[in-house]
């Protein structure tokens, strides 16, 4: 069984900093993109960002020089290093991997999701 899981979420005040991490465990044979979704009160699940193919990063536009986002490819994790937070910036936040894994001797490639990491930020 494959599967996406986060951590690193919590409470912290106007201004700091909080860094996710998300790791990928199962019988994975690669992983082609991974990315960042938040999704806060009342609204819809967004992209914060995500890394496509090798290096190239995308970021929505007011995480912008605040979030970095980076991968370990040996270890199958992906981070979001989150500086500068803002009170806007409270929401769950959710990693997503485009997988591909064996199943009983099968392969399969599809979009996983973790369960998602709650950041809080107070003003």
């Known amino acids: 069984q494959v599967q996406l899981v986060e951590s690193g979420g919590g409470l912290v005040q106007a201004g700091g900093s909080l860094r996710l991490s998300c790791a990928a465990s199962g019988s994975i044979v690669s992983i082609r993109d991974m990315g960042w979704y938040r999704q806060a009160p009342g609204k819809e699940r967004a992209l914060v960002a995500e890394?496509?193919?090798?290096?190239?990063?995308n970021y929505e536009d007011s995480v912008k020089g605040r979030f970095t986002i980076s991968r370990d490819y040996a270890k199958n994790m992906a981070f979001l290093q989150m500086n500068s937070l803002k009170p806007e910036d409270t929401a769950v936040y959710y990693c997503k991997a485009d997988v591909t894994y064996v199943d009983r001797f099968e392969h399969f490639e599809r979009d996983l999701w973790g369960q998602g990491t709650q950041v809080t930020v107070s003003s």
């Open positions: 890394i496509i193919g090798p290096n190239r990063a």
